[in-house]
């Protein structure tokens, strides 16, 4: 297949649509059931980039919940605890393969924001992770393959529309990419710098201390921005992304996003919020969108009388600042990416509310020292790896 038309591009009004090689080559992919629009795709082959890399540099099943071409969750296949299933709403599920958990990790980073996502997975698709696709609502999913007990589950999803791509693994895009804006075109070459271990060894804070642990959440923390709209930061912790902040003009703006979207998470798993009494009959969405509530400034939407009855059994008590605090507290070992280097030392105060110890950036600000300092401060460990990967 040389050409796919598409319904329509961004918009509705945007015709005609659709996506071809313009050497006229066969696209790299096949669209096994659904019929995906323009967006999918962008989701679908950032996702796909992100995972594949990860794959490789990690060796472990990535996997990647992405909206509106950014990421809004990114994990690997480490087993998960008993509290994170049953943060991550998988609890309930026979034992997870590999692919599976490292998509219920890249879900549980922001269930809100990956509502309705594109999945991206870097291994074929299995059994487990077809089970856990079915009952979350998405866009649709895209692999290098599928199990054929997989493809039954996901081709029954949406009443057989939920849109199954799959992507040819072997596939190489050529050096050179283009795009067209206003209608000039813009060529670069592609940004094929490989993210590994090896940008870490630059440690300039007095604790040189980045245990292989971190290294690895530094991995994904990279990996994960160089696929996400710039300027954009990332906190990742035991193999997924916790936080991601994206597209904002502001540097400590991205801090600060991705600063409450980790707190976000680790709250989700507190005692008073997995003890939260929801009525039988709450739907998964609703049930994220309450949660999400109840651990924000909003928190009376949800627990006012007329409005906590359909959704708890009981009325909870308030989730008080000072417990929120207390619980924070002992998030501890994040680490912390960013896409280019830190003007302020603003924005390390700001990660270290979120348990932030190890940081990678490249460096190159007038302000270093400052940063460095601020670090030392924090007792941190910070690489410059000397790498900007900004994405747009």
């Known amino acids: 297949m040389k050409e796919l038309q598409l319904k329509y591009g961004c918009n509705p009004n945007q015709k005609p649509s659709r996506i071809f090689m313009s050497g006229g080559e066969n696209l790299p992919i096949e669209v096994l059931s659904g019929s995906p629009g323009y967006i999918n795709f962008l989701d679908a082959f950032n996702g796909w980039q992100l995972v594949k890399e990860l794959r490789e540099a990690t060796g472990l099943p990535a996997a990647a919940s992405f909206k509106h071409v950014s990421p809004a969750g990114v994990g690997v296949g480490l087993p ?3 509290v994170l299933a049953r943060a991550c709403w998988v609890d309930d599920l026979e034992e997870l393969s590999p692919l599976a958990c490292a998509y219920a990790r890249a879900r549980g980073a922001d269930r809100m924001s990956s509502f309705g996502d594109f999945i991206c997975l870097s291994d074929i698709c299995d059994v487990s992770t077809a089970r856990l696709i079915k009952r979350e609502v998405s866009d649709g999913v895209i692999a290098p ?19 199954v791509i799959r992507i040819d693994p072997e ?21 094929e710098q490989k993210i590994n271990g090896d940008l870490f060894e630059n440690i300039v804070t007095k604790n040189r201390d980045i245990p ?24 990742a912790k035991d193999g997924q992304a916790i936080g991601i902040g994206a597209g904002q003009q502001s540097r400590v703006h991205c801090t600060r996003l991705a600063g409450n979207k980790a707190d976000n998470w680790f709250l989700r798993q507190s005692p008073q919020v997995l003890a939260l009494p929801f009525v039988d009959e709450i739907r998964r969405a609703d049930r994220d969108n309450a949660i999400d509530t109840y651990i924000g400034e909003e928190y009376m939407d949800v627990l006012a009388d007329g409005r906590w009855e359909s959704i708890f059994k009981v009325k909870p008590d308030v989730f008080t600042l000072e417990e929120k605090r207390r619980w924070l507290d002992t998030m501890t070992d994040v680490s912390l990416g960013s896409d280019a280097f830190f003007p302020f030392g603003d924005n390390i105060d700001r990660a270290y509310k979120s ?4 940081v990678a950036q490249p460096g190159g600000s007038v302000r ?6 601020t670090c030392d401060q924090y007792g941190m460990a910070m690489a410059f790896t000397g790498l900007r990967l900004f994405h747009h």
């Open 145 to 163: 393959g599928y199990e054929p007990g997989a493809l039954q589950i996901l081709n029954a999803k949406k009443n057989g529309k939920y849109n």
């Open 80 to 82: 998960l605890d008993s």
């Open 212 to 235: 292989d642990s971190a290294r690895l959440d530094l991995i994904i923390s990279l990996i994960t921005l160089k696929y996400t709209q710039s300027n954009s930061v990332c906190f």
């Open 355 to 358: 348990g932030v110890k190890y």
């Open 171 to 191: 596939y190489e895009p050529e050096h050179l990419e283009r795009k067209q804006v206003y209608g000039i075109t813009f060529e670069q070459g592609r940004n």
């Open 368 to 373: 270093d020292d400052q940063v460095i300092e």
